[in-house]
């Protein structure tokens, strides 16, 4: 089995190259570490790429990038692709940082990068924007997403942190609670991105800067139930929900089974579950007791 280690970067298309790039480095506060005409590769600020903007007609998501151990074999990720019959080939120079990566596409057609070795850029000291600490998760809409869960815990080596009925699924693959999600929709797309801050206080510095730069809240900030992350959300000029969290659910250890005691769990020790279809999405903050456009 492939073992993923960590989320590495996401590659966007975007009708305004210009603009969207302002608003990562701007609002966001990543760093420029790679660009061409066409394309431009950006990192937190400790050296980590999250995101990739490619100019394209629509703002889609087109490639997630995954590192597992470095020194593995790439050779080996090939191989076991091909015995559960997925096609896949060696590419180089995918990013700055990624020399060469295995490339193939998940069952909803996504296209996935895994690598092993990876050159971090450095710090960048120049303070601006919101300045996450890192890349947290991606959520997908899918079709399927029993399937889709499935492959990337059976092939890719994830595990199911919880699910919300069989609708919603949470998957880890080191102690955060969740690196990806797969929601059941009927359209095929992007759900939403997330960058972890430090504390509730950063998510608020965060909400506040925002306002400051005429964007608007859509969700938040609350405190979700499953996950337990406190989170706000908004869009980002290319219509994409971008989520700002903190103190996420952390997987105490593997053996023991349990995530780390919080103060708001349900259960102690609290341990993967399936939660109910319409369990509340947030304990406290705006639209706790019910659903808000798009979510989940």
């Known amino acids: 089995m492939i073992q993923v280690k960590r989320l590495g970067?996401?590659?966007f298309n975007t009708p305004d190259l210009a603009r969207i790039v302002d608003y990562w480095t701007r609002i966001i506060g990543l760093t420029?570490?790679?660009?061409?005409?066409?394309?431009?590769?950006?990192a937190t600020k400790y050296g980590e790429e999250a995101i990739a903007v490619e100019a394209g007609d629509n703002a889609n998501l087109v490639r997630s990038a995954f590192q597992i151990a470095p020194g593995s074999d790439l050779g080996d990720v090939q191989k076991a692709l091909a015995k559960e019959g997925v096609k896949s080939e060696l590419r180089s120079g995918i990013s700055p940082g990624v020399e060469k990566a295995v490339v193939f596409a998940d069952p909803k057609g996504t296209t996935v990068e895994?690598?092993?070795?990876?050159?971090?850029?450095g710090r960048d000291?120049?303070?601006q924007g919101v300045m996450p600490l890192k890349f947290g998760h991606l959520a997908y809409r899918?079709?399927?997403?029993?399937?889709?869960?499935r492959f990337y815990t059976d092939v890719l080596g994830f595990k199911v942190s919880d699910w919300m009925g069989e609708r919603f699924s949470f998957l880890r693959c080191g102690r955060d609670h969740h690196t990806v999600n797969f929601a059941r929709y009927e359209e095929e797309r992007l759900h939403h991105i997330a960058f972890e801050v430090a504390d509730m206080a950063e998510v608020q510095?965060?909400?506040?800067?925002?306002?400051?730069?005429a964007i608007h809240l859509v969700w938040g900030p609350i405190r979700h139930l499953v996950g337990h992350n406190i989170a706000a959300y908004h869009r980002n000029p290319d219509d994409q929900r971008v989520e700002i969290f903190a103190e996420m659910d952390i997987m105490r250890d593997e053996e023991l089974g349990y995530f780390e005691p919080r103060p708001w769990h349900q259960?102690?020790?609290q341990r993967p579950k399936v939660w109910p279809a319409d369990a509340l999405r947030a304990y406290w903050g705006f639209g706790s007791f019910?659903?808000?456009?798009?979510?989940?």
Not at 114 to 121: E, F, G, K, Q, V
Not at 290 to 295: A, L, M, S
Request: charged share 25%; net charge neutral.
């Open 205 to 213: 510095r965060a909400s506040d800067f925002l306002a400051r730069n």
């Open 32 to 42: 420029v570490v790679g660009q061409d005409k066409n394309r431009v590769f950006l």
């Open 142 to 149: 899918c079709n399927d997403p029993v399937k889709v869960t």
């Open 125 to 127: 000291s120049v303070e």
């Open 267 to 269: 259960d102690f020790p």
């Open 114 to 121: 895994i690598y092993a070795d990876y050159r971090h850029s």
């Open 290 to 296: 019910g659903q808000f456009p798009g979510y989940p």
């Open 9 to 11: 970067h996401a590659t």
